[in-house]
């Protein structure tokens, strides 16, 4: 028990340990909550597929001269001829070793881990820098659209936030590309870096990435910056309205202070579950957007793949996406317990 | 009694601008507060009472308004000061405490942090004397474990103890006058005798003045010394606590002492206002409560009672006031 000399960074500390050992059990309890999820997603996914056709019928589907031998031998070497359980347990083995199997369509069998790497990093580098710009601007103008409620810049905002939610993101794709790309000509039309290494901006290949990634990073911001801005408000309006607020401003602590230390803590609490989740989906990729910007992330590889049958790329993307959703909703968890202490203690 | 006035409010008007219209939830609201007296601001919900009380900080929320009138303190018209100025007064001179205890800490800092920003914010000093300085507060409102109590959050406290921490955040920096908005409305009856009585000691150890908001006649009639009752954003009658109590006489004043049970009296039913408190975008004319009145004549309907002194010290705003005295001294009481 601390005593009375014990002086603030003290007891504090100690305040701290006992939050933080609960916090270690919380994310511990969390963590094995994940495993049965994570399996049961596994199972589903792999009997789906496995119903969705066959792939060999669909490989050699266009060769006349295919025979009904080279067939079985096909099957037998994908080890499609085996019993599903047994399928299963195989994959399940191979992916504990770290092996996600080889593509059967890409480039004659591309293990589907290099696959997943190299696309997932393209996928990941779009959306983060899409999150991040929306979130930048969305708070402070969510934020300023609620205090000034009925306004007109509140009206302006709720308006064109309204539109921009309506507005699809591959009718946006390919509006930008036409204007700035076709017409004006200051970005590429797609891709995520240009094959011809003298056609780098100024000979750098970083400014060749980011040239590339502007117009679908404007095009996702754009597209997600709307729904933050009418969440930020709605939330920031019903903080503002609370009487704790008033008591805040009532004990002289000034405008800024009650705004963006007292209310926006709160009003950001629905915000990290609207991350949260979104954070968990978009790294499945955003196979529109990367279709129309022809870049190749998880999203098109993913699509690409269902449309060709190709159970080991198929399989491989879930397990991917399964974990990342996971990992975001357990940083998502954890993220809440930080900023609302009536989670943290149970 | 005639000791100095440390506010006086003058027709004070707040309007809140909605869709519906202008709702005059305050309208031409005289009252003074003396120096170490607890003022009792009785009245129905939405009589405006609130409203005033927020106005006097300046803390009206939007689309509220202060429209007109004065709001002296200390010699000094609140209404002409600047933000900064009100900044300075709000926490430190006059303090402001909520009607729900339940909410009006922030559930997200620690009670620690919640009390050393306002201490830290009025007073030069380092966090760590801050911290000694909320500690002791603890002490001053009666919570045990002040040590380990103050490092919690809000939601781990009870009703009664969050109310004594409000307590504790408005005294923090000792103001002169205290704005008690419902103190004890939320708080179970026990706990509510408890917080009446330890702030009617705190108000006597530290000399304040207190203006005590409330619709319990019963929370008045132990804390008050002078009540005001409100209606529909207008003073009906001004007295001290007992005449209110012995002698009302604005028949609204009675009707709401009549509304309180008394087991004394022995009645099966208690008797009860009708009609509801006006809308106040299109309150009615004339005395505000002439609808519900028992006593209306027509002449109520046209002419705003103004608030006469009938007795000294009794102010009441009723144009019949003088005959309710009569009648009240033939013995014809309620």
């Known amino acids: 028990m601390p005593t009375k000399r014990e002086g603030f960074k003290a007891i504090r500390f100690k305040v701290h340990n006992i939050a933080k050992n609960s916090m270690t059990k919380y994310v511990l309890r969390r963590l094995l909550y994940l495993i049965p999820i994570f399996f049961g997603i596994l199972i589903i996914v792999f009997v789906a597929t496995r119903m969705a056709g066959d792939p060999v019928k669909l490989m050699t589907g266009l060769n006349p001269r295919i025979t009904f031998e080279a067939r079985e031998r096909l099957t037998q070497y994908y080890g499609l001829d085996q019993p599903l359980y047994y399928q299963f347990l195989k994959f399940v083995w191979e992916m504990l070793q770290g092996n996600l199997g080889n593509s059967y369509a890409i480039r004659g069998g591309t293990a589907v881990t290099t696959l997943v790497g190299n696309y997932a990093w393209e996928t990941f580098k779009l959306q983060l820098a899409a999150l991040f710009f929306s979130l930048v601007i969305a708070i402070p103008i969510g934020i300023l659209s609620a205090r000034k409620q009925y306004s007109k810049l509140d009206m302006t905002v709720t308006t064109t936030s309204l539109v921009g939610t309506c507005i699809p993101i591959f009718y946006m794709g390919i509006v930008a590309i036409l204007i700035f790309s076709y017409f004006l000509g200051w970005f590429p039309y797609g891709a995520a870096h240009s094959l011809d290494p003298t056609r780098y901006p100024f000979g750098s290949y970083l400014l060749d990435e980011l040239w590339h990634m502007f117009l679908p990073v404007a095009a996702l911001t754009f597209a997600e910056l709307a729904p933050v801005v009418l969440l930020v408000r709605s939330s920031m309006l019903e903080v503002l309205r609370q009487d704790y607020i008033l008591a805040a401003r009532a004990s002289g602590l000034s405008e800024r202070t009650v705004i963006y230390k007292h209310a926006l803590r709160n009003a950001l609490i629905p915000v990290v579950t609207y991350v949260g989740l979104y954070f968990g989906g978009m790294l499945a990729g955003a196979p529109i957007t990367e279709k129309v910007f022809n870049w190749p992330g998880v999203g098109r590889l993913y699509v690409e793949a269902i449309s060709k049958l190709d159970f080991p790329v198929i399989t491989g993307i879930t397990v991917f996406v399964t974990l990342m959703v996971l990992v975001a909703n357990l940083i998502t968890d954890i993220a809440y317990a930080y900023i609302d202490p009536r989670i943290r203690i149970e | ?334």
């Not at chain 2, 006035?5 to 309208?27: H, P, R």
Request: hydrophobic content about 40%; aromatic content about 6%.
């Open chain 2, 1 to 334: 009694m005639a000791s100095k006035e440390i506010l006086k409010i003058e027709n004070l008007t707040t309007y809140f601008y909605t869709w519906a219209g202008v709702v005059k939830a305050v309208d031409g609201v005289s009252l003074d507060v003396r120096e170490g007296e607890t003022l009792g601001l009785v009245g129905e919900s939405g009589s405006g009472k609130s409203v005033t009380a927020l106005s006097i900080l300046r803390i009206v929320p939007r689309p509220g308004k202060i429209i007109g009138g004065k709001i002296i303190y200390k010699g000094e018209n609140l209404l002409e000061k600047t933000e900064g100025e009100m900044q300075q007064i709000r926490g430190k001179e006059i303090a402001y405490i909520s009607q729900e205890p339940g909410t009006s800490l922030n559930p997200v800092f620690s009670i620690a942090d919640q009390l050393t920003e306002v201490i830290r914010r009025h007073q030069n000093v380092t966090k760590e004397e801050a911290l000694k300085r909320a500690i002791e507060l603890f002490r001053i409102v009666e919570i045990a474990d002040p040590e380990i109590k103050v490092w919690n959050y809000p939601h781990q406290l009870s009703g009664g103890m969050k109310q004594r921490i409000a307590i504790a955040k408005a005294l923090s920096c000792q103001p002169s006058l205290l704005l008690a908005d419902e103190p004890t409305t939320n708080l179970d009856v026990t706990i509510q005798a408890q917080i009446l009585e330890l702030m009617k000691n705190l108000k006597e150890k530290l000399g304040m003045s207190m203006i005590l908001v409330t619709h319990d006649m019963g929370v008045v009639a132990g804390v008050a010394d002078r009540i005001n009752v409100m209606y529909a954003g207008r003073i009906c009658e001004v007295a001290s606590t007992k005449t209110i109590f012995r002698n009302p006489l604005h028949p609204y004043t009675r009707a709401l002492l009549e509304a309180v049970p008394n087991v004394a009296l022995r009645k099966d039913k208690l008797k009860i206002i009708p009609g509801t408190i006006p809308n106040l975008i299109s309150p009615p004319s004339g005395c505000r409560f002439h609808p519900r009145c028992d006593f209306a004549l027509a002449e109520c309907a046209s002419t705003v009672p103004p608030l006469v002194e009938i007795e000294s010290e009794h102010y009441v705003a009723c144009i019949r006031a003088k005959e309710f005295t009569e009648k009240t001294v033939r013995g014809v009481k309620r």
